[in-house]
């Protein structure tokens, strides 16, 4: 049973970084691959980037391309989402889950076994 917390969200301006992470103290992490999502109000939940197990292969959804580089230290039971040219439109509940096959390329949110319970990201001037 995986337990994932996230943290690192905030409130940062327009044009702005954050880096979040996504931390399994039991370092079981490191055999699924793992997924970032986020859920703006209002709106549904929708996937942000996935990354394989081994971090060979990572996905991106086309309004974070360019902008959001997702990484993960196995090491540390530790995947990360790095945030830049931020934008209001990027204001959500950041979510990570991890899901089964290690070496998936895309993460539906329905393939996803364990999840945290979110860190608040907030673009705003």
């Known amino acids: 049973q995986l337990e994932l917390v996230e943290s690192g969200g905030g409130l940062v301006q327009p044009g702005g970084s954050l880096r979040l992470s996504c931390v399994d103290s039991?370092?079981?992490?490191?055999?699924?691959?793992v997924g970032w999502f986020r859920q703006a109000p209002g709106k549904e939940r929708e996937g942000v980037s996935c990354?394989?197990?081994?971090?060979?292969?990572?996905d991106y959804a086309d309004s974070v391309k360019g902008r959001f580089t997702i990484s993960r230290d196995n090491t540390k039971g530790t995947v990360y989402l790095q945030m830049d040219s931020l934008k209001p439109e990027d204001t959500a509940v950041y979510y990570c889950?991890?899901?089964?096959?290690?070496?998936?390329?895309?993460?539906?949110?329905?393939?996803?076994?364990?999840w945290g319970k979110g860190t608040l990201v907030t673009v705003s001037s």
């Open positions: 889950a991890a899901g089964w096959p290690p070496n998936r390329r895309t993460c539906p949110p329905d393939d996803m076994d364990y």
């Open positions: 990354i394989t197990n081994t971090g060979s292969s990572t």
């Open positions: 039991s370092l079981t992490l490191k055999v699924y691959s």
